[in-house]
């Protein structure tokens, strides 16, 4: 049974889940004018349906006049600039969607820009996705722009595998430094180097609402693992920092070991696939503080640090028990990964 045969039989409500159907531009305005004005359809999720930018433009005209759409994913659709650009005017009018990924469909900085700009308008959107786009500098420079206190209701930016090195890093630093609603940044797989870490280390010290941030893959050393290691021993609101696969040695991670301690807030901080050593000054501290500060001190039992060195996590999420005898020290996971935020698609 088709997508079409499905609709007539069993109607529009809930969700609507066409992901990986032939919709093609022709079925997304047929689906668009069944949607236009319906009041029980809350979700569509039309990822991977060759909808191109003319399909983007009828799901937009859709969008612009309905009044209960809350999810809508476009995800891997080829929608482009001017796909991108007609999602963004329609969400100037939209009033009830909180939720849009576009992440793989090749916008631009143009496209960036348009949707940077509907976000000065747009006041109910709280999650962008927007990975695996390509959009750059110039691209992380505009969202850099709204989130300086101009757009003060999306609490999730996922930017990640954008091509984003230390300048667009810089740019986002600045917004981020102003912003007091954003809860989520996922910047992972992009560039943003030791020069861009020491941007996101101004942000560790200065806001205090943003409560995950994810910067794997960034070729970030020890001089930047140093920067954010001195920035989280003063931050007292993040509660998950990914740094996995980037070029941190014993050095950073002695760093970041001993900025652990004095944190009150954190209980995630990802390091595998970097150049630690499982029988270092790292290792060691890590242990310790595992074994003492956590354990004892601040940690509930649904919820304990998780600091991964290794490739690799044996202990479930149902274990309570710290075993971290330093053969284990490369592969330390403790109770975490089912309490990242659930919307983002975190890239630790």
Known sequence: MGWVERIKRFGLHGTVDLSGERVGPLGAEQLSDLLAHTSTVEGVDLRET?????GAKHVARMLATNTSLRTLDLASNAIEDQGATAIAEAMKHNTTLVKLELQRNGVSSEGALALSGALRVNSTLQYLGLAFNGFGDRGATHFGEILAGVNMTLQQLDLGFNGVCSDGAQHLA???????????????????????????????????????????SNNIGDEGASSIAT????????????LSSNYITDTGGLAL??????NRSLQALYLEENDLTDNGDAAAE??????????????PEALQLAVCMGQHSRLGERSRLLRLDSHLLHEIVLLCHSHLPRDIQWYP
Request: hydrophobic fraction near 45%; aromatic fraction near 4%.
């Open 231 to 242: 920035a989280l021993a003063e931050n007292a609101s993040l509660v998950h920092v990914g």
């Open 257 to 262: 070991a001993h900025s652990v301690a004095p």
């Open 174 to 216: 600045r917004g981020l430094c102003e912003n007091h609603w954003l809860e989520t940044l996922e910047l992972g797989y992009n560039g943003i180097t030791d020069a861009g870490a020491r941007e996101m280390a101004r942000v560790i010290r200065t806001n205090t609402v943003l409560t995950s941030l994810g910067l794997p």
């Open 286 to 299: 890590l242990n310790r503080v595992l074994q003492t500060t956590f354990r004892l001190q601040r940690m």
């Open 50 to 54: 060759i909808l191109g930018a003319d």
